[in-house]
């Protein structure tokens, strides 16, 4: 009676379905965390630059004040947008769909706005 119900499943076929999963979402966080590193690495220097030029007047205190800001403000946003990018290219290897995701979000970010 319960034979014509069995489900055959095929572990080595699962195995290699989950390795290759697990390379892809290792694949995303690893080029994220260079791309956060890369970024933390590179703003500092290229407002040091930009904005020592364009406050020649202002004392080296203001100055530096400015360049933490800025340079925080940039690498917040980065990490931000880098993470939510990261989640949506991860959330599909868990069956879970990301453009219903992301319209809802888009959609929230319109009430919201209004």
């Known amino acids: 009676m319960f034979s014509s119900l069995a489900i055959s499943f095929d572990t080595d076929a699962a195995v290699e379905d989950v390795i290759a ?3 892809r ?3 995303v966080l690893v ?3 260079f791309v956060l590193w890369l970024i ?3 703003v500092t220097p290229l407002l040091r630059v ?3 030029e364009q406050m020649t007047s202002e004392s080296e205190a203001e100055v530096r004040k400015r360049i933490e800001t800025l340079s925080h403000v940039i690498y917040r946003t980065a990490l931000v947008v880098i993470i939510a990018i990261a989640i949506v290219t ?3 290897e868990f069956g879970l769909q990301a453009g ?3 319209a809802g979000l888009g959609l929230f970010g319109l009430a919201v706005g209004f």
Request: charged letters at 10%; a positive charge; glycine letters at 4%.
């Open 21 to 23: 999963a697990g390379a």
């Open 25 to 27: 979402i290792l694949v």
């Open 31 to 33: 080029l994220s965390l």
């Open 50 to 52: 930009t904005i020592r």
């Open 90 to 92: 991860i959330l599909p």
């Open 100 to 102: 219903p995701l992301i």
């Open 40 to 42: 933390q690495r590179l």
